[in-house]
C-alpha cells in the first residue's frame, strides 16, 4: 500500500533528518493533506464521475473497434479504483496510476510483457487520446481512448498528481472525524442528545483502546434550525470543521433536503432509519440504513396477506393521510395485491390530521371491505380501531406498527387475529451478548442508561460505522469506507436483525416482523404476538 510505504518512508526519512538536525517538514506536510484546489477539485470529478466540469461531453472509446461510450460509463475509478492502485478483473490489470508510479523516469514494464519508456505530461496527454505509449506501441485496447476536452483533461492531470496524497476530507493522520445532526429543540431533542451521548461514549470506549488503525474517532454536532444551517453545517467550509461521515442524523423534518445534500457532498451517512423510500439506489448511493422504512414494511404487510391470510378476492381499502412520498409508496403493494388477483382495491386519501372521511369509517362499520391497509398515526388509530370494533371487526387490519403507537393497546376484543402489524425490529432481535456488550460500554464510560431504544438504535448504527472503517483500513477514504459497507453481510450487531448490503442494497435489516395481538392480554408480555421475519427484497 503506498499510502503506509509513504509513511514508513517517511518515518525512516524523519530519524535521518532529525539525526542531522534538518527540519522534517516535508513529511509533517505530507501527513496533512490539504484539500483539493478547485482545479483538482474538478479533475476529482472527472476521474470519479467521468462527467466534465467544462460541460463538454467526455466520450470514451474502447477496443479494436472503437467502440463509443459516454464518459460516466468508463470512469477511470471504475477501474484503475478511486485511490489509483488498480484492481485485476476479469484477467484484465488496469495499472496502477499515481503520479510517481507513471512518472517512473525509466518507464514500464506491463505484466504482460508490454514495455514503455517514460510518460511526460505531454505523453500522458496524448495516450490518453489515442492509446499509444511513449515509444510509439500501441497499448492494450481494455484501456479505453478518451475525446475529453483540452481543460478537463489539464483538471485530470492536476488531480492526478493528488491521487495518492489526497486524503478525504475529516480524516488526518491521527483523527477521523464523524458529525451527527441533532434537532435544535422541541420534543425530540432530549432524546437526540440521548443518542449524541451514547455514540460519544461509544467512540470514547474505542479510543481508549487505540482507535481505528491509530486514529481516534470525534463527534461533531450539528443541531441545525433551517436547512441553511444544515447546509452550512455540511459544506462546512472550515477544514477544521469537516467531517469524514454521519452517523444516526436525526433530524426528521428536513430529511428530503439532507439526503440532497449527503449525496451532493459524497458524505457518507449511516442511520437507523429512513423515512423516505429508497427506491433508486444511484440515488442513494452515500446513505446507509439499519432498518427498513415505511415502503419496505408496506410491502412485508401486503405479503403477508397475501401469502398467509386465509382471504379469498377481498375487497380492499387502503387508508392513508397525504403526506410526501406516501401515496407512492403504495404501488407495490397494490402490484402485490394484483399479482394475487385481488382487484377490488380502493384508495383513500385523507388530509387533516385525525380525520380520516367518515364513508370510509362508515364502510368499515358496515363490513364494507374485507381488508383495509391503514397508514396514519397515532390520533387516527384510535378513531379507527373504536370503529373496526363498532363493526364487530368484520375487517382485517394491516398496519406498520411504530406510526400507531400507544393507539395499539386499544384495538377492541372483537379484533384478536384481524389486526397484523409490521415492526422493522423487535426486543427479541437483541441477544444477551449484544446487551452485555453494551451495558459493558456504558458502565466503562459511566453512560446513563434513560432511553435503551433510542440509545441502542444509535449506538447499532454506530457499530456498523466502526465496523465499515475498520474494513475500509488504514488507507481509509470515503469511497473505501462505502466498498467496505457494501461489502457487509449478515453482520450480527447483536442487538438488530442481521445487517447485509451490497451495491443495490442501502437497508441493512431489510425486512420487517409481522406481530399479531392479543387485546385480552393488554399490557402483558402476551399482547403481541410475533408470527417471523418477512424479507422485503
Ligand atoms: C475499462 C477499464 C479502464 C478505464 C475506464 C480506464 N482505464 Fe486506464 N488502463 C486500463 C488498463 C487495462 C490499462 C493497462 C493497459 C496496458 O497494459 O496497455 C490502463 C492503463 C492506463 C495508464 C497507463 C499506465 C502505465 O502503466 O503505463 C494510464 C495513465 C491510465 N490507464 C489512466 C486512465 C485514466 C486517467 C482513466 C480515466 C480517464 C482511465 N485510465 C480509464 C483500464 C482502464
Not at 476536452?149 to 489526497?166: C, G, M, Q, T
Not at 477544514?239 to 426528521?252: D, I, K, M
Amino acid at each position: 500500500m503506498p499510502r503506509a510505504d509513504t509513511s514508513n518512508r517517511c518515518r525512516t526519512a524523519l530519524i535521518i533528518l532529525l539525526a542531522l538536525l534538518s527540519l522534517p517538514l516535508l513529511c509533517a506536510q505530507k501527513a496533512a493533506a490539504a484539500p483539493l484546489t478547485p482545479q483538482e477539485e474538478r479533475g476529482r470529478q472527472v476521474y470519479v464521475n467521468g462527467a466534465s466540469p467544462s460541460g463538454v461531453p467526455i466520450l470514451a472509446y474502447f477496443g479494436k473497434d472503437l467502440l463509443e461510450v459516454p464518459g460516466e460509463s468508463a470512469t477511470c475509478a471504475s477501474c484503475h479504483g478511486y485511490d489509483g492502485l488498480g484492481r485485476t478483473e476479469s484477467g484484465v490489470i488496469p495499472s496502477n496510476i499515481t503520479w510517481p508510479r507513471i512518472m517512473k523516469s525509466y518507464g514500464h514494464i506491463h505484466p504482460d510483457g508490454l514495455e514503455h519508456g517514460p510518460f511526460t505530461v505531454e505523453s500522458l496527454k496524448s495516450y490518453m487520446e489515442d492509446g499509444i505509449y511513449p515509444g510509439g506501441r500501441q497499448g492494450d485496447p481494455s484501456m479505453p481512448v478518451y475525446r475529453i476536452d483540452a481543460r478537463d483533461l489539464d483538471d485530470l492531470i492536476a488531480y492526478l498528481k493528488r491521487l495518492d496524497s489526497y486524503l478525504d476530507p475529516g480524516i488526518s493522520d491521527s483523527r477521523i472525524r464523524v458529525g451527527t445532526l441533532l434537532p435544535s429543540g422541541g420534543p425530540s431533542a432530549e432524546l437526540g442528545e440521548v443518542m449524541r451521548r451514547t455514540i460519544e461514549a461509544y467512540f470514547s470506549d474505542i479510543n481508549t483502546r487505540g482507535g481505528i488503525y491509530g486514529r481516534s474517532l470525534t463527534l461533531t454536532t450539528g443541531r441545525p434550525r433551517t436547512t441553511a444551517d444544515m447546509s452550512r453545517f455540511l459544506r462546512s467550509m472550515a477544514p477544521e470543521q469537516e467531517v469524514f461521515a454521519l452517523v444516526n442524523s436525526f433530524t426528521p423534518a428536513m430529511e428530503s433536503e439532507l439526503g440532497n445534500l449527503i449525496e451532493e457532498q459524497h458524505l457518507p451517512l449511516i442511520a437507523p432509519f429512513s423515512l423516505f423510500p429508497i427506491e433508486d439506489q444511484l440515488l442513494h448511493r452515500y446513505r446507509f440504513y439499519l432498518y427498513a422504512g415505511l415502503r419496505e414494511q408496506i410491502l412485508v404487510l401486503a405479503r403477508h396477506a397475501t401469502n398467509s391470510l386465509p382471504l379469498k378476492n377481498p375487497r380492499i381499502q387502503i387508508l392513508y393521510p397525504e403526506r410526501e412520498g406516501l401515496a407512492g409508496m403504495l404501488a407495490t403493494a397494490e402490484e402485490i395485491f394484483r399479482s394475487k388477483g385481488w382487484k377490488d382495491i380502493s384508495r383513500t386519501g385523507y388530509t387533516a390530521a385525525g380525520e380520516i372521511p367518515a364513508a370510509a369509517l362508515e364502510r368499515l362499520r358496515d363490513g364494507g371491505s374485507d381488508l383495509l391497509l391503514f397508514l396514519g398515526g397515532e390520533t387516527e388509530a384510535g378513531t379507527l380501531f373504536k370503529a373496526l370494533g363498532d363493526g364487530g371487526c368484520a375487517t382485517t387490519l394491516l398496519m406498520p406498527g411504530v406510526p400507531a403507537g400507544k393507539a395499539i393497546y386499544s384495538i377492541p376484543l372483537s379484533c384478536k387475529d384481524k389486526v397484523w402489524l409490521s415492526f422493522p425490529s423487535l426486543p427479541d432481535d437483541r441477544k444477551e451478548w449484544g446487551l452485555s456488550e453494551f451495558r459493558a460500554m456504558a458502565a466503562r464510560q459511566q453512560l446513563a442508561v434513560t432511553h435503551p431504544t433510542a440509545q441502542l438504535a444509535a449506538y447499532s448504527a454506530a457499530k456498523i460505522l466502526v465496523e465499515g472503517l475498520r474494513r475500509a483500513g488504514r488507507n481509509l477514504s470515503r469511497e473505501r469506507l462505502l466498498e467496505a459497507l457494501e461489502g457487509i453481510f449478515e453482520f450480527d450487531t447483536g442487538l438488530t436483525p442481521l445487517v447485509s448490503y451490497n451495491k443495490n442494497r442501502r437497508i441493512g435489516a431489510l425486512g420487517a416482523h409481522i406481530v399479531g395481538v392479543d387485546p385480552l392480554q393488554a399490557g402483558s408480555n402476551g399482547f403481541f404476538i410475533p408470527r417471523g421475519w418477512i424479507a422485503a427484497q
